[in-house]
């Protein structure tokens, strides 16, 4: 996985290129492995630009057993696993846009003791985001290659970002 540079703090923004399936999986993995209090993460991309893969990766990081598929909750809305902490995995896709998050309990879920990623959290009201969090951008890049911006919001979230590139596995 190449890591690109960019203008802003490495703490603050980071920003990767992966060239498949497995590489968008090695990064949520890499991330999971590295949280160990609640915080929230919002995946925004498009239709498969690499969030459930990345979901998929951060629950294996966050020891969600083998047993349990993780799979974008599109007609769920949240799936809950267990592993070292909490994962809630939620899925806005087809909601309304702006989704108000606290009817339908996702604000409540941010006070939760776990890791929430929320896919299509580009349709939540900005007032509705925590202060502290994740949020993911992924792009398109190619044919298998996605492009994925991590921008970090609050101390302990930038500190995550911190030399995430020596947790990831060696590039083919």
Not at 21 to 28: A, E, I, P, R
Not at 43 to 51: A, M, N, P, R
Not at 86 to 109: C, K, M, N, S, T
Not at 134 to 151: H, Q, T
């Amino acid at each position: 996985m190449k890591v690109a540079p960019t203008c802003l703090p490495a703490a603050t923004i980071r920003a990767f290129e992966s060239r498949g399936h497995d590489q968008t999986v090695d990064l949520g993995r890499a991330l999971g492995r590295r949280l160990n209090h609640a915080i929230t993460l919002f995946l925004i991309g498009d239709l498969g630009s690499g969030k459930t893969a990345f979901a998929q990766g951060l629950a294996q990081g966050l020891d969600v057993p083998p047993s349990y598929t993780v799979t974008s909750p599109t007609y769920t809305l949240i799936n809950e696993y267990p592993g070292r902490l909490p994962f809630f995995h939620v899925d806005l896709y087809r909601l309304p846009e702006p989704v108000d998050a606290d009817d339908i309990g996702l604000l409540d879920l941010f006070d939760e003791e776990g890791i929430v990623a929320v896919e299509w959290a580009q349709r939540l009201h900005p007032a509705d985001r925590p202060a502290q969090r994740l949020e993911l951008f992924f792009g398109i890049a190619g044919d298998a290659s996605r492009s994925i911006r991590i921008i970090a919001y609050g101390l302990g979230p930038s500190d995550l970002l911190n030399d995430i590139d020596n947790w990831l596995p060696p590039s083919p």
